[in-house]
């Protein structure tokens, strides 16, 4: 039975990034056995298995605008995107807002549920990274090739948080180590895109209660103990116009050219 203010997974028509990595591919399996839809995504190769009829992968660099575009032309409706492209490197933080901000004209398109969303974001967050020469070297190459402003860049990730949260897109930050097991990367993943309720939490996979595979009545009583905070379904919220007269919000941003 369908637990309140959950979507099972196999309603849900979910994009991973980076799904060729250890995490990528776990979530992908797991997302096919439970039902899902994926649309996965790596510019890497490393088999080329899919797990059911209802996985479909591509191979492309998601940071290359025309690549990104027409992909998320040909795929149809998705409902979440998983961020797993590049969250090992020293450029993820710049990939991940690339890849948010192209999603979010495609996550406005959706109605909007019961539960009073569109959509759902969930990107990762390397907590082993190694600060050496090599580490800025990688990144300086990536904001050179993909013409990033670090002068505008937190202004434009908090912009694309405001418009995200307006157009009632949830977003959850998942901060991740070397050392994480993928069956509990997975499990986290899932009840994340479940349960429509939580919303703007950044959960450190290093938290204690994080040895083992959650099920929902664990995960519900992290939520009871703070662990993990949840967004309430009763807390007042006023749509902006835009969103009730259905219109697309405009993304102002000074990195990449907007499309009239």
């Known amino acids: 039975m369908q637990k309140a203010g959950k979507i099972l997974i196999k309603n849900l028509k979910t994009l991973v990034t980076g799904s060729s990595s250890r ?27 899919l797990y059911g ?7 492309g660099d998601l940071a290359d605008q025309t690549f990104l575009d027409d992909y998320l032309k040909n795929i149809g409706p998705i409902d979440a995107l998983v961020n797993c492209a590049g969250h090992r490197s020293s450029y993820n933080y710049f990939l991940s807002y690339l890849i948010s901000k192209n999603i979010l004209e495609k996550l406005q398109s959706n109605e909007i549920n019961k539960f009073g969303c569109r959509g759902c974001i ?52 998942l901060m991740v180590d070397s050392k994480l097991d993928e069956k509990q990367f997975s499990s986290m993943v899932m009840h994340i895109l479940e349960d429509q309720y939580i919303a703007g939490q950044v959960i450190n996979m290093e938290d204690n209660l994080r ?47 907007i499309k009239s």
Not at 36 to 45: E, F, L, M, P
Request: charged content about 30%; hydrophobic content about 35%.
């Open 122 to 173: 969930i990107n990762l967050v390397y907590i082993n990274s190694q600060y050496d020469a090599e580490y800025f070297k990688k990144q300086d190459d990536f904001v050179k090739k993909y013409g990033i402003q670090l002068d505008t860049i937190d202004d434009d990730v908090f912009r694309l948080a405001d418009l995200l949260t307006a157009a009632r897109i949830r977003c959850n930050t």
């Open 23 to 49: 995490l990528g591919n776990k979530l992908v399996q797991e997302l096919i056995e439970n039902g899902g839809t994926v649309y996965a995504v790596d510019k890497r190769i490393h088999s080329l298995q």
């Open 53 to 59: 009829k209802d996985h479909h992968f591509v191979q």
């Open 211 to 257: 040895h083992h595979e959650l099920n929902y009545d664990e995960f519900k009583a992290e939520i009871l103990r703070g662990k993990v905070k949840e967004q309430k379904g009763d807390q007042n919220y006023f749509l902006p116009s835009e969103i009730k007269e259905e219109k697309i919000i405009p993304l102002s941003d000074s990195t990449l050219p």
